[in-house]
């Protein structure tokens, strides 16, 4: 009796162990990378802080309290066999990657993003966004209104979409110049905006020109301009009033239906890729 006693401590404690493992963002060892699956926006916020953690993984669908700031290399991805969603609900915008910052998003949706350049991301000076199988869908910004691409950045969207973003400039995205986007299998689908619908591209005053490729020649608009400020561009209207009253000139009257028909709807393929003009 004394001896199956004891056999039963040893199955608690491992057991014991295990649902620990599965607790929000606990690291969970995968060959050489670890690993964070988190169920909550607090654990989302402690596992893309932990260095330790290369990958952070989403169980459930989160609500992001405050913008996530990415200065280093992570990924993030929905758990196995699911596409989760990272939601602004219309007040934050979802992510800055910084200067070093190289981030890799896989099936997950970002909506409802909300900044002032990038509704859903900013890739600021020096970082690096990657983005595969995921869906954009309803952010807002003034400048970019799913993904704002700072000058020396860098972007790269493979199966991916986006839909329903709004913007002045850029209602998808926008590329500052001497920055980089490579778009490969990507849909635009009702993106507005004031001007470029889709993609605007700021192209450099020197050799080393914006490079856009992958995007249909309809769906970019090249634009000369000066670094930093936007010059040749008419200001925005009512750009100095609160995000949220700017948002609201944008809201879009789709219905919930519509959406989701719309973030399944299959990603064409474009073909040879183009550059932007000289």
Same mark, same amino acid.
Request: hydrophobic share 45%; glycine share 8%.
């Given at each position: 009796?004394?001896?199956?006693?004891?056999?039963?401590?040893?199955?608690?404690?491992?057991?014991?162990?295990?649902?620990?493992?599965?607790?929000?963002?606990?690291?969970?060892?995968?060959?050489?990378?670890?690993?964070?699956?988190?169920?909550?926006?607090?654990?989302? =916020? %402690?596992?893309?802080?932990?260095?330790? &953690?290369?990958? #952070?993984?989403?169980?459930?669908?989160? /609500? !992001? *309290?405050?913008?996530?700031?990415?200065?280093?290399?992570?990924?993030?991805?929905?758990?196995?066999?699911?596409?989760?969603?990272?939601?602004?609900?219309?007040?934050?915008?979802?992510?800055?990657?910084?200067?070093?910052?190289?981030?890799?998003?896989?099936?997950?949706?970002?909506?409802?993003?909300?900044?002032?350049?990038?509704?859903?991301?900013?890739?600021?000076?020096?970082?690096?966004?990657?983005?595969?199988?995921?869906?954009?869908?309803?952010?807002?910004?003034?400048?970019?209104?799913?993904?704002?691409?700072?000058?020396?950045?860098?972007?790269?969207?493979?199966?991916?979409?986006?839909?329903?973003?709004?913007?002045?400039?850029?209602?998808?995205?926008?590329?500052?110049?001497?920055?980089? =986007? %490579?778009?490969?299998?990507?849909?635009? &689908?009702?993106? #507005?905006?004031?001007?470029?619908?889709? /993609? !605007? *591209?700021?192209?450099?005053?020197?050799?080393?020109?914006?490079?856009?490729?992958?995007?249909?020649?309809?769906?970019?608009?090249?634009?000369?301009?000066?670094?930093?400020?936007?010059?040749?561009?008419?200001?925005?209207?009512?750009?100095?009033?609160?995000?949220?009253?700017?948002?609201?000139?944008?809201?879009?009257?789709?219905?919930?239906?519509?959406?989701?028909?719309?973030?399944?709807?299959?990603?064409?393929?474009?073909?040879?890729?183009?550059?932007?003009?000289?």
């Amino acid at each position: 009796m004394q001896v199956s006693m004891r056999a039963a401590s040893l199955v608690l404690v491992v057991a014991s162990v295990v649902a620990g493992r599965e607790q929000d963002g606990a690291g969970l060892r995968n060959g050489a990378q670890d690993e964070s699956r988190v169920t909550s926006w607090s654990g989302l =916020a %402690a596992a893309v802080k932990d260095v330790k &953690r290369e990958k #952070v993984i989403f169980a459930e669908d989160i /609500v !992001v *309290a405050e913008t996530l700031r990415l200065a280093r290399k992570v990924s993030l991805a929905s758990a196995e066999g699911r596409r989760q969603t990272l939601d602004g609900r219309g007040a934050v915008q979802l992510a800055v990657v910084e200067k070093g910052g190289d981030v890799l998003v896989e099936d997950t949706i970002l909506t409802n993003g909300a900044g002032y350049s990038g509704g859903a991301v900013d890739v600021k000076e020096g970082g690096r966004l990657e983005l595969r199988r995921c869906s954009l869908v309803d952010n807002a910004a003034v400048v970019g209104g799913a993904v704002h691409v700072a000058e020396q950045a860098r972007l790269v969207s493979r199966e991916s979409s986006f839909v329903l973003n709004r913007a002045y400039y850029g209602g998808a995205i926008f590329v500052a110049r001497l920055a980089t =986007a %490579a778009l490969t299998d990507v849909q635009m &689908r009702d993106n #507005v905006a004031a001007l470029g619908a889709e /993609v !605007v *591209a700021i192209n450099s005053r020197d050799d080393a020109a914006t490079a856009v490729v992958g995007i249909a020649e309809d769906e970019l608009t090249v634009l000369n301009a000066m670094p930093g400020d936007l010059a040749g561009l008419e200001p925005p209207p009512r750009a100095s009033e609160p995000f949220s009253e700017l948002r609201a000139s944008f809201e879009n009257t789709t219905t919930a239906a519509e959406k989701r028909r719309l973030v399944a709807t299959p990603a064409p393929t474009y073909g040879t890729p183009m550059p932007t003009a000289a």
